[in-house]
């Protein structure tokens, strides 16, 4: 789901600002009994790699960055993966170890790779071991070389490129050692917190990037009112549309934004983005008397636990995924773009 | 059994080499009948002339030899081998190599063991700027000089100069060593020298025996980081 060519009047990108979605004048909705009505989902976010032939494709057009900056412990990470994977959602972070088959048996590690972004930092060097069978890599161009700062800091997430970058062409042809580093068929994504929005995905387009994954909010623990808000989302997406539409280019843009309900995330896929994160939505939908997750006496407690009740910690992540998923559809039937 | 390959980077590129021998060590494991051995493969690379991800990703092959230059990129990420270069390489030679050894017998450009994590990497010419760049556990030796910025950033592992160095020697480092013959034309001061004791003489002579390399480990001054903890 792109952004409707439909709708490119100026009186309908007016009509756009103003209300809460897109949606199509009743003149396209004649004959409803003609129509069909699916209950398929039709969100889905396909990324490419630049040959054509690798790239993966999300069920939905969601993703989660949890697993990688939220914090989270081996176990946290892995019954929060439990819960994503059946609705095929990307999710970035390393192999998950399936050594313990009470938490994960081997069909599910291999549900769970599906859909795996593997990250690679600014200082990280280039790890086969990382790499293999996950479905893309994406450089998180922010932090600083070398640091352990705090998640809650800003400064972690300073944008920044690669400490081995020292000119301009130089990020292109490490993109392109990634790839063949990689086996070619594994798409090259950087995650990137705005700045000078429209000149970065323009330099990011150059470089050879598949898709671009914007941070304007990042949620750094899971738990609510734990998000960092780094840009204001409706003009960076609006660059960086911009920015890959003068290109020419067919990149993705995937955003991770502070939105807690179908509708922001719909009114977003509208605008252009190809993916939305669910790291604030998770947040705001858990329960307060969950677990808790923290370095708390609780959370040593519930280590100890029996499997299902840790497992149960994390029970009503299945419920709220399912009503997004819904909200989302349901948004789309009403636009009249299903 | 060890099985020998033979490319022509003229006729096949750098990606489709790699997955070559990635298929024909997949079959030598489906095939043999120890699947916890590793293959013994050699790879002779001919018609190299500065073609970028020459090698890159290449893992567990005894013996790599290549005739010719080679681009940007050379060896990235190589690990568990061998390897010779019989002529010059471009900018971030070695990048990321996590162990084996590479032997150049020529020069190489900027970045040569850039984020390396391990391994080893013998050049027998002169270096580029930023020589072991970010640096994180390898061991770079030069037997002739490297430019500005060398050592920039590192984080351990060892780097010898058997030559001298330009600007800003050792700038941003952070742990690790840096073994120099000859003069820096700026020593950063994110290190200091320190007196050179004979486990430096020692693991100077070690990496110059596995380099096949000729200096000996009295004749140089030893650096280590400010900000390194003891």
């Known amino acids: ?338 | 059994m060890e099985t020998a390959l033979n490319f022509d980077l003229e006729e096949i590129p750098p990606m489709e080499m790699l997955s070559a021998l990635q298929r024909h060590c997949n079959e030598w494991i489906e095939q043999s009948i120890n699947r916890s051995l590793l293959p013994m493969v050699s790879v002779d690379i001919q018609g190299a002339r500065g073609q970028d991800f020459v090698g890159a990703g290449f893992r567990n092959i005894s013996e790599v030899a290549v005739q010719g230059t080679i681009g940007d990129f050379g060896f990235c990420s190589f690990g568990d081998g061998e390897c010779q270069v019989e002529g010059n390489v471009g900018h971030f030679f070695g990048h990321s190599i996590a162990s084996g050894i590479i032997i150049v017998r020529g020069h190489v450009k900027r970045s040569v063991g850039a984020l390396g994590t391990g391994g080893l990497i013998a050049i027998y010419g002169n270096a580029g700027d930023r020589a072991a760049v970010g640096m994180q556990g390898s061991d770079v030796v030069i037997r002739g000089s490297v430019a500005n910025y060398a050592g920039l950033g590192m984080q351990s592992g060892t780097l010898i100069v058997g030559g001298s160095a330009g600007l800003h020697l050792g700038h941003g480092m952070r742990g690790g060593t840096i073994y120099i013959r000859g003069e820096a034309e700026s020593i950063s001061s994110d290190i200091e020298e320190h007196r050179i004791r004979e486990p430096d003489r020692l693991k100077i002579g070690m990496l110059m025996l596995k380099s096949s390399i000729k200096l000996v480990g009295k004749e140089f001054r030893v650096y280590h980081s400010v900000h390194q903890e003891e």
């Open chain 1, 1 to 338: 789901m792109t952004g409707n060519s439909k709708l490119d009047s100026p009186q309908d990108k007016w009509l756009a600002v103003q209300s809460p979605m897109r949606c199509e004048p009743l003149l396209a909705r004649m004959d409803p009994l003609l129509r069909e009505w699916s209950n398929e989902p039709t969100n889905a976010c396909a990324i490419q790699a630049s040959n054509g032939l690798g790239g993966f494709t999300l069920a939905q057009p969601l993703f989660t960055r949890l697993t990688s900056d939220a914090g989270l412990s081996q176990k946290s990470q892995r019954h929060l993966l439990l819960e994503l994977t059946s609705f095929g959602i990307a999710w970035l972070g390393n192999v998950v170890e399936s050594n313990d088959r009470k938490l994960q048996s081997q069909s599910e590690c291999e549900l769970s790779e599906l859909y795996r972004i593997s990250p690679l930092q600014i200082d990280d060097p280039i790890e086969l071991n990382r790499f293999q069978n996950a479905a893309a890599i994406e450089m998180q161009l922010v932090g600083l070389p070398f640091q352990t700062l705090a998640n809650s800091r800003r400064a972690r997430w300073t944008p920044n490129l690669p400490i081995d970058i020292s000119k301009h062409d130089q990020l292109g042809k490490k993109v392109e050692a990634l790839r063949v580093v990689s086996g070619g068929n594994c798409p090259m994504g950087a995650a990137v917190c705005p700045g000078a929005v429209y000149d970065d995905v323009r330099f990011l387009i150059d470089s050879g990037f598949d898709f671009i994954t914007l941070l304007v909010d990042v949620q750094y623990e899971l738990s609510q009112s734990c998000s960092l808000r780094l840009a204001p989302l409706e003009q960076t997406l609006e660059q960086s549309i911009k920015a890959v539409q003068d290109s020419g280019a067919k990149t993705k843009i995937l955003v991770s934004a502070n939105l807690s309900d179908g509708l922001q995330m719909f009114r977003c896929l509208q605008m252009g983005a190809s993916a939305i994160s669910i790291d604030a939505f998770i947040a705001n939908s858990k329960p307060t008397d969950a677990v808790p997750v923290k370095d708390t006496f609780g959370s040593v407690l519930s280590a100890y636990a029996p499997a299902s009740a840790a497992a149960s910690s994390y029970a009503w992540i299945k419920p709220a995924m399912t009503q997004l998923i819904e909200d989302i559809r349901d948004c789309a039937i009403y636009a009249g773009l299903q």
